[in-house]
């Protein structure tokens, strides 16, 4: 918690990457405890509600696929963590992680115009 709290946006980003990293390595991944990977992804929730740019997408896809964990507070944080990228950038998220409401800058321009793949 302490961490999630001395992260604002005049830190940079380089001196907080790395403990990101370790977090994902040793806290949010698959082989650890399920109360691990939940105290895991919160932290790295908090640390990108107030820093949206300190994600990399590679890293972000990797831990939205904990979504389809078997323990379900495991799920639940995983959905979070994709819930504030729909809001902050869903351009880091794969296709199947934006939801059924995103819709494309060019998508919405093809359907402005009125015009079809057809």
């Given amino acids: 918690m302490y961490l999630a709290e001395a992260c604002h946006q005049q830190v940079p980003a380089d001196s907080v990457l790395p403990v990101m ?8 991944n698959e082989a650890c405890k399920e109360d691990r990977i939940v105290s895991g992804l919160n932290c790295i929730r908090e ?6 740019l300190l994600m990399e997408e590679d890293d972000l896809n990797f831990l939205a696929t904990l979504r ?13 963590l994709i ?4 809001d902050l950038n ?12 995103f819709t494309d ?5 093809r359907l402005y115009l ?5």
């Fill in 21 to 28: 990293k370790y977090i994902i390595m040793n806290f949010a």
């Fill in 47 to 52: 640390m990108c509600q107030r820093m949206p």
């Fill in 68 to 80: 389809y964990f078997k323990s379900k507070s495991v799920s639940s944080s995983a959905k979070a």
């Fill in 83 to 86: 819930n504030l990228y729909r």
């Fill in 90 to 101: 869903p351009y880091l998220l794969r296709k199947e992680f934006r939801g059924k409401n």
């Fill in 105 to 109: 800058a060019k998508e919405e321009e």
């Fill in 114 to 118: 009125g015009k079809s793949n057809f």
